[in-house]
């Protein structure tokens, strides 16, 4: 990612430190949805009141909605790629970045597919709102639908381990390393962070 074709001293020549104002749009848009899924699914499950329907009516179309943009994003960041890490990155720390991230888009898309089947297995429809419901995916089965439910609910607690350590590596980058990763998904300019650096490619 660090190599470029242009002659020195032309723009292609120039490593990119940030991502993208659209992949940064869509990674702080799926965060507020991702949590706010994982705190409706906490509710789901410790609630037997009529509230339940109302976080099931909400679980449902937001689901779907991540699916729909991290699979977006997913082609956002083939087509663009992503900043190169800090030269001075030490490679566990290089390689445990690469498989959570790659980890996380399985999740994002697992997860979704995973209660779209078990609602169909169910024979439950998914209203998205608006008249629009999505058709079943699987044919209707009581067995099925019982381990796809265990599937997505064990899957949910990595999904939430992964978070936790995304957001610590996170944390650790911004507050420790100061590195510019944390800088290269930040809302705001690199040059309004204090103690940032620029990071360099590792060729």
């Known amino acids: 990612m660090s190599t470029s074709l242009g002659t020195p001293g032309t723009a292609r020549d120039i490593v990119r430190t940030r991502f993208t104002a659209t992949q940064r749009t869509l990674h702080w848009l799926m965060a507020a949805a991702i949590l706010a899924m994982l705190f409706i699914g906490v509710g789901m499950k410790s609630t ?56 996380l888009y399985a999740l994002m898309i697992v997860m979704p597919l995973l209660g779209w089947a078990m609602l169909s297995a169910a024979g439950y429809p998914i209203r998205l709102g608006a008249g629009i419901t999505l058709p079943p995916i699987l044919a209707q089965d009581d067995h099925l639908h019982a381990v796809l439910w265990s599937l997505h609910s064990n899957l949910a607690f990595v999904f939430f381990a992964l978070i936790l350590l995304h957001l610590a590596a996170g944390l650790f980058h911004a507050l420790v390393r100061r590195d510019g990763v944390f800088e290269a998904m930040a809302p705001v300019s690199d040059n309004s962070v204090p103690g940032h650096r620029t990071p360099t490619a590792a060729e």
């Open 48 to 103: 037997i009141t009529p509230k339940y329907l109302t976080l099931v009516s909400i679980h449902k179309p937001l689901g779907i909605a991540i699916l729909v943009l991290a699979l977006l994003r997913l082609g956002v960041r083939l087509r663009f790629g992503t900043p190169p890490l800090p030269a001075d990155l030490p490679a566990p720390m290089r390689l445990g970045a690469v498989l959570s991230h790659w980890a």
